[in-house]
């Protein structure tokens, strides 16, 4: 059986993914399996068994950093009001310390440019 040039071995993708478990689901761990996984393409058997290894002995400890409360960040959706998911955002005008005018949102915070806002290079104004 041949195997696709650098694809991982099917058992150093499962253990990575089976260890990044611990990680309690939703987007951090999701997050961390792709990026574990990707890590093994190209690499031979022995890199990928250092690299699994590592990946199992070290997943308590990042279940600990993604799960600590100093590193917990809740979600824009949860925190964003209802008005402001929908669009209806309370714009304020501000300027820039070089007086560029751009719009921010008083409940989300949210910065859009104004309305009228043509950039530099196509304003014939400036
Ligand atoms: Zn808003």
């Known amino acids: 059986m041949t195997r696709a040039e650098g694809r991982p071995a099917w058992w150093s993708m499962s253990i990575t993914r089976t260890a990044l478990r611990l990680v309690p689901p939703g987007a951090a761990r999701e997050r961390w399996q792709r990026e574990l996984?990707?890590?093994?393409y190209g690499l031979d058997r022995g890199q990928q068994a250092r690299h699994t290894l590592g990946v199992v002995s070290r997943a308590a400890a990042l279940r600990a950093a993604v799960t600590s409360r100093d590193r917990l960040v809740p979600e824009d959706v949860m925190t964003k009001g209802?008005?402001?998911?929908?669009?209806?955002?309370?714009?304020?005008?501000?300027?820039?310390?070089?007086?560029?005018?751009?719009?921010?949102?008083?409940?989300?915070?949210?910065?859009?440019?104004p309305p009228d806002f043509l950039p530099p290079a196509a304003n014939p104004m400036l």
């Open 82 to 113: 209802f008005r402001c998911r929908l669009g209806w955002h309370k714009w304020a005008h501000r300027y820039t310390d070089q007086h560029a005018h751009y719009l921010v949102c008083r409940r989300c915070h949210k910065q859009e440019d």
């Open 37 to 40: 996984v990707a890590e093994l």
